[in-house]
């Protein structure tokens, strides 16, 4: 049996006022009965007022990317080691907006991958294709690419210790969501696919919906067999609409 997990991106958004009364709004409205991880990623600067807030409760809390290197001279970045010390369980690797806007390429996102590992932390994989790609039906082509650099590098054996985003980019921050059908059928060729490697991995391994997730589609979302929660980019910066999804998960 799989956990729902809902994790928030705020991408890079909020004050340290909006951040906190944000937290502190979704910690004191989250239901700790339920089954569903909930998980805050802010940005790096916020990262310590948010882990105050949530000290010693149920959420979460992690980074939006990471340094492949533990430290040293890589002005401007900010390493694994640095978030682990911050108390973060997860970090988000691979994001479509690192892919695209800073050149992060496949290779380099299995290195963040490992480096996570390496540190502690929890990544979570994202992978997902273009509206151009979608159109030219290579959908499933660039997810296996985006997904064998990982396999390739860290071996099968260190998924069973990470979660999965499949996050078409087409429909990120676009108000398009993709189907429930759209979206199981590519999660269900992502387990299929690692399936293939280790059935037991597959089984277990959580693989998160990201695009456009609202209040009001999350539910039919995470319904489908192989969605097992969502990554909230926009939604997430908003409470009640956040608390609402992650109440979908169920
Ligand atoms: C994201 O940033 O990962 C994301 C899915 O954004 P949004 O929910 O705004 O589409």
Request: glycine share 14%; proline share 3%.
């Amino acid at each position: 049996m799989r956990r729902p997990m809902v994790a928030g991106n705020w991408k890079m958004n909020g004050t340290r006022a909006e951040a906190g009364a944000l937290t502190r709004a979704v910690a004191q409205g989250v239901d700790a009965a339920k089954q569903t991880e909930v998980l805050l990623c802010p940005p790096f600067i916020l990262i310590p007022l948010v882990a105050d807030l949530l000290q010693g409760g149920k959420i979460a809390w992690g980074g939006q990317d990471l340094n492949v290197h533990a430290a040293g001279a890589h002005t401007g970045e900010v390493s694994g080691p640095m978030l682990r010390d911050f108390g973060c369980r997860y970090v988000i690797v691979g994001h479509s907006e690192r892919r695209a806007l800073y050149g992060e390429s496949d290779q380099l996102v299995a290195l963040k991958f490992k480096a996570a590992q390496g540190a502690g932390l929890i990544p979570i994989l994202c992978v997902g294709e273009t509206l151009a790609e979608r159109e030219a039906n290579q959908t499933e082509k660039v997810v296996a690419r985006q997904l064998d650099a990982v396999t390739n590098l860290v071996g099968i054996g260190a998924l069973a210790n990470s979660v999965l985003a499949y996050e078409p980019v087409w429909a990120i921050g676009t108000g398009k969501t993709a189907t429930p059908q759209q979206a199981q059928d590519v999660h269900r060729f992502i387990r299929t696919k690692l399936a293939a490697l280790d059935n037991g991995i597959a089984a277990g391994l959580r693989i998160l919906y990201g695009g456009s997730v609202k209040g009001g589609n999350a539910a039919e979302l995470f319904g489908q067999a192989d969605i097992d929660g969502g990554l909230i980019g926009g939604a997430s910066l908003n409470a009640d609409e956040f608390l609402t999804i992650c109440r979908a998960g169920g």
